[in-house]
Structure formats: C-alpha cells, structure tokens
C-alpha cells in the first residue's frame, strides 16, 4: 500500500525551443509532473527523482481511478520513508521522448500535423537534464537539495553534478554505471533490432498503420528482463520448473521461466511504445560524460560541486558493483565527499526497485543528513 | 591451414525406425558422417566427435571444392593434434534435426511427401546419442577409445556414459553443463520466440513459402554470440568504439560492437535453418541426466564406466566452471576416475573452440595417456 495517497499528475508546457545534443531542436514540449510533500519557504528542500528505462514521472502515491498503479518508487518515496516527503518536497517528471505524457513519438510533430514516429529526435541524457534544468527554473527552484536516480536515473543524477554543478547539494546515483559496456550495448541492440525488423514496426510510423510492433517489443523486453534479474535469482525463483511437471516435446511452454518472460513481453508491448524504447536504449548507450575527456572521468568529474551517495548491488551483473566503484574512484580524486554502499542483495540491477531493509535504511540516514543541513 | 587436408562427408542410411524420447519415430533417415585416420584391427581407437548447436561432422579437415570450408575443430583433430589421426580413427557425425546433411527438417517427410517443417519431431541429447550407437554398430564399433564433445558436445558425451557404459573408455566433456540454468533457457526461450514470431516462420512451414524466417534468426544469432563471449573480452575487442568516431544520432550503427553481431547474425541466418535452432536448444533445454534421479546427478552417474576429462574455462559465463565442478563432485562421489581442468582463458564460452596452448596441450596429454592404453 502507498502512504503518499492519490496524487496528480501536472503537465508543464514549453513553448521555447529545447535545443539537443543532436543539433537538432525539439519545440513546443511538454513534461508530465508530480510532485509529494510541501516545497519550503526558501525552495532549499526539492529532490529530483530521475527514471530510469520504463518508468515515469510516477514514483510514489496512486492515482483515483487507478488504485493499483502505485508509483514505481514508493517504498522509497513517502512521508517517514527513506526520501521523506514530511521533509522533502519530491518531484518527479517524465522524460522526452517516453510514452507516459512528455512530448514522446506517439505525439503530433508541430511541422507535420502527424504523429513524430521515426522523426522524433534521438535525445540523451544531457538533454534530459536540460529539460529538466527548464522545469526546475519554471518551478523556483534554484538548488535541489538532492537530484537522485537508479540505473538510467542515476546517469541523469550524475549528469546534473557536471552540467549544473551550482543546482544541486547532493548527488545520488543508484546501481549506475558512468558509461555501458559493449555487452550492455549488444543487449540494447539486438533488443533495438528485433523491433526495427518487425514488419509492423513500419519504420518508426507504425501509428498510422494502426498496428503495433508487439513480436519485436516483446523480445526486446525479454531480453532486457534477462539482464534484470541475477542468475542465482532466477535459480532460486524458477529453477528448472515445469509449467505441467512434464516436458512437452513442442515449443510452447515447459518452463516456469519462459511462462514469466513470455508473460512480462505481452504485458510489455501492451503499453510501452517501440520508438520510446529506441530513444531511451540509445540514451543509455551514449552516455559517457569523460568522452569529452579523452575518456577520463576524474576530468569529467572535476567541476563539480555537489557531495555523493552511490549504492551498488552485488548481484548486479548489468551495472556491477565496479562500475560504481570508477565513479567513486574519480570523484575521490577530485577530493569530493562520497559515500558508498555495496549492497549484499540477491535481486541482481532490479533490486534498487525492492524492498531491502539495509539499502532503504542507508538511503535514510543520507537523507536525515541532508535534512539536517537544511534545517 | 588444416593438416587433415581434404575430406569427404559419407552419408549412413537407416532404415529401422528410431524410437524418440517422446514417443515419436523417424522412419527411414540419413546421417552425414566424416571420418579422419585408420581405424585399427581390434577396431579400438575410435573417438567419436560430438558438435554444438551450429556444428557439424564437419570437424576437420577441408572440401575439395570448399578450402575455406575447414571444420570447426580442425585445431584440435589432426595429424600430431591433440587428438592425434596418426593415432585414432575420430568420427564426426551431424545428428538428427540439423541442418547440414542428416535427415532434418527441410528434408522430405516419408509420410506427407512434403518437408517436416514443424512436423519434424522434437529431438533430444538421449536420441542423438541413440543414433550415434547405431552408427558405430554399422561401422563394427563396439567401444569408442572416447566420445568427446564441448558445450552441448559434451552433454551428449556425458549421456554416452550413462546410457552406454560398456561403449566408451573415455568421456571428455569441455565447457559443458549437467543441465542448463534458468537463465540459459531464458536466453533460448527469448531467441525462440524471436524465430517463432517472425512473420516469415509460417508456423515452421516457411520451406513452402520461399522465405526464410531471417529477422528472427538474426536476433536469435545476435543473443547467443552475446553469451558466447565474455564481457571482459567483448570490452577488450570492441569497448566503446565507434565506427566513425562520431554519434549518428539514429539507429544505424554507432559502436563496434552492434557492426559485429549484425553481421554475426546476417551472416547465420544465411545459412543456418530456423527449425534447427528451435529443436537444437530444446534439446539443450531438456538434458537433464539427473531428473530421472530426484535431481541427484551423483545417482545418475552411478552406472558409469568411463574414466573422465573434463574442462572448463574461467569466463564462461554460459557454462560456468561450477557447472563443470557439479559433474566432477557427482563422479568423485562414486569413485570415478576423473581429470578436470580450469583453464583461465579470457574468450568466454567460445574459448573451446580457440587456439590456447595450455587447453590444447592438456588435451594432447590426456590422449597420450589413452593412446599408451591401446598400444
């Protein structure tokens, strides 16, 4: 259950041009919004929680005809919990580019009346927090008291501390990595070929078909499913069970394991939008703040201001623990403050989204910190 | 260069029905087979050769219209080899369901004049190596010096010494598995539902339409090479490289890496036959020795004979070296004799297939030691 209760979403309009990484510009735009908790008179208590790949500006609370869609943050986000909306006033917001509301492909493109489809540019994350940059100015807030993310969230928290060193006093960066691996890229793009090469896929203009590229939107969500979950997890949730106790000698069902996948790949395609998932996977693979550093990120690390919390999981072999541990290692030689918490958790990248009495607990007491200095 | 030199594939015909594991039968089949060296008068030096899922009896050797075409193992069978053909007489063999030369399933089913398709029946590691006995009586041999494999070679060695103890002197099993993982059947269950979702699968019929399933097995391609190699080495070989040194901003290809298993998987899905991959990794899925034993792979080995090699590599992730420690530990606990071998090797599961000195000469010494035994 959510202690936050019903809440709504706000859309916030845009009508100056937001000009992209790419060189190209997207105009007239929209961000979907929800906010928890009460911004205090000087505006020094907003924390901004980034999403990661399928999730929204909705992290906490549930909406009133929707009683079970719950926010994908909520054990994290609410009043007493970890990031406390007694003291902090939250806020959440939907990228460009997704399916949840912000300006996303499915939505009319100003210059040609129709759908954007394979027009809507590619984004990064750097344009996220731009974006984000411009939603923060709209609302007063010159300063969050902390901008914090798991996974492609903790890369927006991370890009904040170099684009902005000035907006925020704390930086907090779960289960992410300062940049993928070439494994993590070949899993975004085979996921990104087995849509692409769905004949309903239509080259990214798959609205005016009236069709979907389910088959293709399915694999990919398989496969990313895969690398959620840790295989010890996997053994121990599935196993080798079968569905019926017996082999089946045909390529339906035998295992529990392929029902749970198959089962999250329908659920998937039925509501999360291909060309979403083409913009948020190239995000994540451009994302590499010391390219601009001949690859070092201690330079790329070297303006900023902000003090650190990162956790990492140990069973997390999509952004291991390592991958953690470069960012600490850069930001300690920028002589920055970090803490770090290695997390000892079955759940492989999917456990920053869980229940764990020792991340949550840690996660609190920074936040009490950072209360504290507020106060 | 190979050293075999050139080759000609022989084909076996059978007539007597084979009774399957599931309860079907394939009446009247063919099986492609290669041989390299003398088979001896006591008929005692023969090694059987068993292949993995894209494999063939093409183990060594090249065609004499083909000389590029050199088996996939032909750095380990040879004359002074590892497995050395001045010595034994090795035997490769395409099994049942393949798509390189044995009956299969764009071959005419006897029953409806047309190709199986997906009326070929599901086939598994027990009724491979079924065939293969029936192979070696044709062929008068009535123990093998050794029956070897690697990865899914090595189960269906594995299987010949649980279910022919008396026809084997030496199992040699390399970077295999008791049994596959919840995660392994994951990654074969997603790279099925790419095949079987394409468009052009026709239900595994597509031999009638004139096309071939390609995007299906493409993505199925591109997710197996992403499990054959290790992340270390993937990052080694590809890291972050761009092919032009610059975003494209789309979603042609940007990295190395996504060029590479494009073209990995273009270049399969020229060849290899889509129904194949279906039955290969659900025999795959369904080897499971010890699931007639309570799961207790000690008891599933207790009617063994053979003295064992195993191998296992350090980055193989697929099959890790625990999976090869499960079958040790079951064969030391019923006082088997057993040689196991952990070679740190950075290329991940496909390291049995590569050049690595160490590997290769534990292997040479381990047939030294059987050669001696038949002198």
Known sequence: MSSIGIVTPQAYRFTEPLALQSGANIFDYTLMVET?????????????????LNASHHVAGYYAD????????????????????????????????????????????PATGKPYGADFPVVTVEDWVNAQARLADVMGIQQFAAVMGGSLGGMQALAWSIMYPDRLRHCVVIASTPKLSAQNIAFNDVARQAILTDPDFHGGDFYA????????????????????????????????ELKTGEYQFGFGVDFEIESYLRYQGD?????????????????????????????????????????????????????SPERSREIVQALVENKRTVSYAEIDAPHGHDAFLLEDERYLNLVAAYYARIAKELA
């Open 36 to 52: 928890y908790g009460t911004l205090n008179a000087d505006k020094s208590n907003a924390v901004l929680v980034c999403h990661a």
């Open 66 to 109: 929707q009683p079970k869609n719950i926010g994908w943050w909520d054990n994290m986000v609410g009043p007493g919990k970890s990031l406390d909306t007694d003291k902090f006033f939250v806020i959440g917001v939907n990228n460009l580019g997704s399916c949840f509301g912000s300006t996303g492909p499915m939505h009319t493109n």
């Open 209 to 240: 078909h009236n069709v979907v590229p389910r088959n293709g939107l399915r694999v990919a969500r398989m496969i990313g499913h895969i690398t959620y979950l840790s295989n010890d997890d996997m053994a121990e949730k599935f196993g080798r």
């Open 267 to 319: 659920k998937f395609s039925d509501y999360f939008d291909a060309n979403t998932y083409l913009l948020i996977t190239k995000a994540l693979d451009y994302f590499d703040p010391a390219r601009a550093f001949g690859g070092d990120l201690s330079k790329a690390l070297a303006n900023t201001k902000a003090k650190f919390f990162l956790a990492s999981f140990s069973t997390d072999w999509r952004f």
